[in-house]
């Protein structure tokens, strides 16, 4: 029966080992997949981010940082227990000349052979467990430092879908912006040409000028200088935004446009609240959360650090076969030992002391870069209210100007075609326009990004958006 044991013993081991190679090991999770294009003809904001979240190389590195985490976790699990090793030899061994060298029997004279086998065959098994019962809760605090630093390695991953959404939204509206002045440009075009036409039209019934002619002729040209530089402007845009999704060579599919800038609504006209916005920030803000993840786990290493001035208690259990000649191993040929053992380290020059200190300065490190950050966090959240307030006064003040300014152009396009009007107070008039109607888009997109900007530093913006 004991002949048995052995056997059965490797077996267990060899499970236990393929157990312990594959435990931690995960199958690669299926991806959403590339987002449909021949669906997607026209791209907003929400539609950019979602892409954005799931294409994105930096998002994946960050969940590859997450399971890295996960896996320093179960490796801090697996010291409760305990290991399990198998090992096993073939030795064949020649014994020198004089090593065989004997006696005659009953004789004493030398050369004859006693009768040993050369070469010899050894053969030897050993299955040894070992389990360490105590050493200072080392494991505990390396458990609870590793489970902090999982967390902390969460809500970094957080933190970079966090920056990659207010990074889109900023490439997005510098796109919309971009989009939009090439209507104003298009509009500005589309009116000087139309003048031409009045001119030409003027001219050939004797009521124009030549001049006249020549003079919108060159505003034409003009607004299609500006279409060209608004039109590139636009593409390089694109491809920014492009790149943010991670879309291939950073081209979007052609036929792909924008969506149109729609006006403000009530609510973003609404003042932010500061109180509400920095407490949400306190309590939601990614990088501020693994920052205190991080102060946790340090305060664990200190644990793991003082376990040294604490004895080690380990038990092992071992069971040794030893044959020559061949590998049927019988009764007589297995032994087994089982110890108790205790080690208490007297003297190590001071290292240990050392790596405590170490791990108390870094704990305290830890602290001062939590308090450090939180108060950067507020100042950047005050900050990002101050522009939303300014934003807004802008807009209004912009939008005023903008109808106060068409008013204008449309009563000097008036007096020009009744002839009481100049041509220069005319293009004087419609430059003003155009100038209005871009301050009016640029006070718009300021807007947009000033409201990104506070649900970013508040750490809101996550929230926006679904997983």
Known sequence: MRKMLLPIWLLISGLLCLGDAFAGEESPSDGAGSPDWQSIRVLDLDTSQRIALAENPSIAAAQDRVRQAMQRVKQARAAYWPTLDAT?????????????????????IPGATTGIDDPEDYFNLGLEANWLLFKGLERKYANASARAAERGSREAEKDARRLLLSSVANSFYRAQLAREEIAIVEANEEFNQGQAEDARARQRVGTGSLSDVLNFEVQVNAAKSDLIDAKRSYEVAMFGLAALLGIPESAFPPGLDLVRLEPET???????????????????????????????????????????????????????????????????????????????????????????????????????????LTNNIVSEVRTAIAQVTSAQQELILQRSNAALVR??????????????GSLVRLNEAQRDLVTAQARLVLALVSLRLTWHNLRTSTGEILATVPE
Not at 407 to 420: C, I, S, T
Request: proline share 5%; no cysteine; glycine share 8%.
């Open 266 to 372: 009530a609510m973003e006209l609404e003042p932010p609240m500061p109180e509400t916005q920095i407490a949400y920030a306190r309590a939601n803000r990614a990088d501020l959360l693994q920052a205190r993840h991080e102060v946790e786990s340090a305060q664990q290493q200190i644990g793991v650090a003082r376990a040294p001035f604490f004895p080690a208690f380990n038990f092992s259990a071992s069971l040794d076969g030893q044959r020559v000649g061949d590998a049927s191993f019988e009764e007589d040929d297995l032994g087994d030992t089982i110890a108790l053992g205790f080690s208490y380290n007297l003297f190590s020059g001071g290292l240990d002391a050392a790596r405590y200190r170490e791990a108390k300065a870094r704990r305290d490190e830890e602290k001062k870069k939590l308090a450090n």
């Open 88 to 108: 096993a030899s073939y030795s064949r061994i020649s014994l020198p000349q004089s090593s065989q060298l004997g006696f005659q029997p009953g004789t004493g």
């Open 407 to 420: 008013q204008n152009r449309d009563l000097v396009e008036k007096e020009y075609a009744a002839g009481q």
